[in-house]
């Protein structure tokens, strides 16, 4: 498959940036709009589990950060194009995750600061826009902060 | 044709955020107002309540520099989204910041900051410039001065 063109590299990157910023402000309707009806998420790598199809994918999201803040961000794409409506995307990323009283008790732990590889595959749907049809999140290394009462 | 109009924005709006970063922390003052039109508007009252919106490049960027002048400072911009409009685009891009103040303001020594960057570019004379820049914050770390003085 030839290089991917820009309007396409743009949509993609946009696509990730508005996953990001309506995951940290809980836009969750806008957040669920980034994703394919089957989108399947992985985060085994990062101590999570496999979610399948974006109705459960966003209940079981927002469940576990609702009450936390986090901030995601991801830098320069590898963007491989399979075919004219597929590509695979390696982002690195980093996110700071602070979370609640409550469960900063229980865990011992107030936050971290994490840094690994969103690898996902964007698919080009009906109405043109690309979504994330799925993600696979692995770790390269994340800052523990302790809880102190 | 779309596509080559898309790629210069997209190149010019990152060159300008680049920049920004850059002369904002190197405390470059030319260089920065440069980056800004003359009837710049920055909007950072999430951030302090005490500063309203400023109009005009000038005076903006004379309260940046009160702010910050003393203090040292790191920004970056993240993958943004543009929105392309011919020549004005509207952009939102992730942010994240550390300021270590000269000295301890109410006992925080230094700040690491996330948030975004909500900005209006235009294109005057074939230069992207920044219109109107407002952050809003997603999570902010406060540093408590170590000891502090009496």
């Known amino acids: 498959m030839s290089s991917i063109n820009f309007e396409d590299y743009l949509a993609i990157c946009n696509t990730k940036a508005r996953y990001c910023r309506c995951l940290d402000e809980k836009d969750w309707e806008g957040y669920a709009d980034v994703f394919t009806e089957d989108v399947i998420l992985d985060t085994r790598g990062s101590g999570g589990d496999v979610v399948n199809g974006r109705d459960q ?3 079981w999201v927002r469940a576990s950060l609702e009450s936390t803040a986090t901030a995601h961000q991801v830098h320069s794409p590898e963007i491989t194009l399979v075919d004219a409506d597929t590509a695979d995307v390696i982002w690195a990323m980093q996110d700071r995750v602070v979370w609640s009283e409550d469960r900063a008790k229980s865990t011992g732990f107030k936050g ?3 840094y690994g590889h969103y690898r996902e ?3 080009r749907c009906s109405d043109g826009s690309w ?3 799925s993600t696979a999140l692995t770790r390269l290394h994340m800052d523990m902060e302790p809880y102190q009462a | 044709m779309a596509d080559m109009e898309l790629i ?3 190149v010019g709006i990152s060159q300008v955020n680049a920049q920004f970063c850059r002369t904002l922390d190197g405390n470059d003052w030319a260089a920065f107002s440069s980056l800004l039109t003359e009837d710049f508007v920055l909007d950072v009252s999430e951030d302090n ?5 400023i109009t005009g490049r000038d005076r903006a960027v004379e309260a940046i520099r009160q702010e910050l002048d003393d203090a040292t400072i790191a920004h ?3 993958v943004p989204e543009i929105d392309l409009q011919g020549s004005e685009a509207y952009v939102v891009c992730a942010m994240q910041d550390e300021v270590i103040w000269a000295e301890p303001k109410d006992g925080v020594a230094a700040l690491n900051g996330y948030g975004q960057y909500h900005q209006h570019f235009v294109r005057r004379n074939g230069q992207w410039q920044l219109a109107r820049l407002r952050l809003t914050r ?4 406060k540093h408590r001065a170590q000891g502090g003085k009496p």
């Not at chain 2, 309540?49 to 919106?53: F, G, W």
């Open chain 1, 57 to 59: 994918l966003v209940p």
């Open chain 1, 112 to 114: 971290l600061v994490g």
């Open chain 1, 121 to 123: 595959r964007y698919v």
């Open chain 1, 131 to 133: 979504r994330i049809a």
């Open chain 2, 8 to 10: 210069d924005a997209f």
């Open chain 2, 49 to 53: 309540e005490e500063i309203a919106t």
């Open chain 2, 76 to 78: 970056h911009i993240h």
């Open chain 2, 138 to 141: 997603i999570h902010l770390d």
